[in-house]
């Protein structure tokens, strides 16, 4: 009979795989992998939240399982929103899989206090290192805790401004703008020139808002050499969010934004776009799959580098965002070894560069951007990074009330005065780091002599 707790992994784990439409190999009830006995395969789980790339991993551990010489075979099961409760779970359970997606909403530094995932420092090799490069591999709080590698970099996602240039050319515009001031008056022009379509200027996906802003403030903001987190001296500095908040609020009392803004998701924004109805919007290097694939479009859309605050050359660094980490390897696998092996196939260049001619991700290790060919996605290549750069990660601490970002949606709505709500968000967020520091929980991150700028790899 299951316990409590393996029946509540196989429930989240059924609603998962339902969710996802997505077909799951058989388990044993005790969700353990099978032992190696003579003559019997070495069944490894590997579950994954991402199904951008379902059909290219499905294709290469596909070609794992019918030629290693270690009678090793992947169960690949790919989940949908709900990957981070039931890994969760399955973790406090003793039932974790034996290879699990690293890009999720739990921290790297969590599964280490959990002791959730496998060291990898004891199975790299001089050679594998130096294919990564200094730049990629030991990313504190990305992809190693406490100087110990626990995950190795693919792919990153970069962030645009997405624009319709059919809709550009109706409303006189010859080019995508180049300031805060400049999207605002874009957004206008678009709109009024798109009224009897039903056009508008600019879209925000803000049903989720802490997506929504790591796609259009935060990088617009860190592209100027800003952030909410003064590295220099280890506080939080809110103010630095007012010229971008107040241009969304623009955008929105002119009337520019897509209506319905409030409880948008990014699918049906991209649903929206892909019909001609939005004239900008900021998003990853997702789209030109989504575009090719999901939401296939007619429409002659471009891609262009944020606005920065006043129109000039950047002072900073667009952020690559999930860089330097892709999977982990359960601590409590039965079968580390045979899952390193796992790991160094997926990771090998037979993998990777397909992964990024495909459009999957944006390239970051030398040896797949050297090898790869331009990739055929319409529009890809113009998510290259240029000005973008992997930045630090800020140190993860309890805070009393509400996120910063539900925090912007009330400024934008008309809720709550700005500068009231910076002076709380600095209180609130600056105590719960003193605290945290004070316990001993986390360790402040303070950078000197740090310039976003020198963030970019030359």
Not at 101 to 112: C, E, F, P, Y
Not at 176 to 205: H, M, R
Request: overall charge neutral; hydrophobic content about 35%; some cysteine.
């Amino acid at each position: 009979m299951m316990s409590k707790k393996q029946a509540a992994i196989t429930g989240l784990l059924a609603l998962s795989l339902i969710a996802a439409g997505c077909t799951t190999t058989e388990r044993t009830d005790s969700g353990k992998s099978n032992t190696a006995a003579s003559g019997q395969k070495v069944k490894l789980k590997f579950w994954t939240n991402a199904r951008h790339d379902t059909d290219l991993m499905q294709e290469k551990i596909k070609q794992f399982n019918e030629t290693n010489k270690s009678n090793i075979e992947i169960e690949y099961q790919v989940m949908t929103d709900n990957y981070e409760q039931v890994l969760q779970t399955a973790i406090l359970a003793g039932e974790a899989p034996d290879i699990m997606n690293a890009k999720s909403k739990l921290a790297i530094t969590d599964l280490v206090k959990m002791k959730a995932i496998e060291p990898l420092d004891s199975y790299t090799t001089p050679e594998l290192k130096a294919r990564f490069g200094d730049n990629l591999l030991k990313l504190d709080g990305i992809n190693s805790v406490d100087g110990k590698l626990y995950s190795l970099p693919n792919y990153g996602s970069t962030f645009r401004l997405i624009y319709n240039k059919d809709l550009f050319s109706k409303a006189g515009l010859t080019e995508p703008p180049k300031s805060l001031e400049e999207l605002v008056t874009y957004a206008q022009k678009i709109t009024e020139a798109g009224k009897a379509d039903g056009v508008y200027g600019f879209a925000l996906n803000m049903k989720n808002p802490v997506a929504a802003y790591e796609r259009s403030i935060m990088p617009m903001m860190r592209l100027d050499g800003k952030d909410i987190y003064d590295w220099k001296t280890g506080k939080y500095d809110f103010s630095t969010l007012k010229p971008y908040v107040e241009t969304i609020k623009k955008i929105v009392d002119n009337k520019s934004m897509l209506p319905g803004y409030e409880s948008l998701d990014i699918d049906p924004l991209r649903n929206q776009f892909a019909a001609g109805k939005i004239g900008m919007y900021m998003s990853l290097s997702a789209e030109p799959s989504v575009y090719d694939s999901q939401f296939p479009t007619k429409i002659n859309w471009g891609v262009a580098q944020l606005p920065t605050i006043d129109g000039q050359a950047p002072k900073g660094a667009n952020y690559i965002n999930a860089a330097g980490n892709w999977l982990y390897i359960s601590s409590t696998s039965e079968h580390k070894k045979e899952a390193w092996e796992f790991m160094q196939f997926i990771h090998g260049d037979d993998v990777l560069v397909p992964y990024f001619e495909q459009g999957k991700g944006v390239a970051l290790i030398p040896s797949v951007i050297s090898k790869a060919k331009e990739p055929s996605l319409k529009n890809f290549k113009d998510f290259t990074p240029k000005d973008d750069a992997i930045w630090p990660v800020y140190p993860v601490h309890k805070v009393e009330g509400k996120a910063w970002q539900s925090v912007v949606v009330e400024y934008i709505l008309g809720v709550l005065p700005l500068d009231k709500a910076i002076d709380d968000m600095n209180k609130r967020y600056n105590e719960g780091l003193d605290a945290a520091e004070k316990s001993g929980t986390v360790k402040r991150v303070v950078i000197p002599d740090f310039n976003a700028r020198n963030l970019i790899s030359k």
